[in-house]
């Protein structure tokens, strides 16, 4: 089973505080792992990725941050939330290269956060 | 600097015919392209993908089309049916040792079908 799971699936959140969304996985061991972000009119925008415990990479300069205490457990979060980060955060998990295939990215179900 | 591009927001067609939705994408260094469907308020699905070797890649209803030349690719759905209605991404990727096997999609497409 390659099942992901994400929460909460909702929430809201004032600005300003803190943010915390979690993501776990099931199956292989040492899966790469990825938070994106579908905002509205802005497709799927890649924030964090992690090869393993502890190896964060951020995309893009933001608010928020990641973490990987365990090997299949994927953090979100911010200290101080903003109106900009309101949006719909997905979690998933790479198949790993097997040539010529290429990594498939699989998703959870997400999570929506409304930042007020 | 968007690398992926899908340039039509929305698409509507009728039940049985054929839907096309299109992708154009910048970045020459991309090997593999992915389509996605996406269900409101759920995670995107993969629905079918192509290396960069091939021209075409069929399964079942949904066929997808790769020109390199062109950097363009696009996904035929025929016969389209009402569950087909979704948002599509298409992505892209790099399967050269240490892209870190990142995808970049698309603001996707919404496609309608309509009964």
């Known amino acids: 089973s390659q099942t992901i799971h994400q929460w909460p699936a909702t929430l809201v959140q004032p600005v300003g505080s803190p943010l915390s969304l979690e993501c776990t996985v099931e199956g292989t061991s040492n899966p790469n792992l990825y938070w994106y972000r579908q905002a509205a009119g802005r497709g799927l925008q890649l924030l964090f990725y992690?090869?393993?415990?502890?190896?964060i990479s951020s995309e893009v300069p933001q608010n928020l941050s990641a973490s990987r205490p365990q090997d299949r457990q994927f953090i979100l979060s911010s200290k101080k939330l903003l109106l900009s980060d309101s949006g719909f955060y997905l979690c998933?998990?790479?198949?790993?290269?097997?040539?010529?295939?290429?990594?498939?990215?699989?998703f959870g179900a997400g999570s929506r956060l409304t930042v007020l | 600097d968007q690398q992926v591009k899908q340039n039509s927001p929305s698409l509507s067609v009728q039940e049985g015919r054929i839907s096309i939705l299109n992708c154009d994408y910048t970045n020459s260094m991309f090997d593999y392209f992915l389509w996605y469907k996406k269900y409101p308020a759920e995670g995107p699905t993969f629905l079918i993908s192509i290396s960069s070797i091939k021209d075409k890649n069929e399964d079942g209803r949904f066929t997808v089309f790769l020109n390199k030349s062109a950097k363009h690719l696009s996904l035929h759905i025929v016969p389209s049916q009402p569950g087909d209605s979704a948002v599509y991404f298409c992505a892209a990727s790099e399967t050269r040792p240490g892209s870190n096997y990142k995808l970049t999609f698309g603001k996707g497409t919404l496609l309608t079908v309509n009964p």
């Open positions: 992690s090869v393993g415990i502890g190896q």
């Open positions: 998933a998990r790479g198949s790993g290269f097997a040539f010529p295939g290429a990594n498939v990215l699989t």
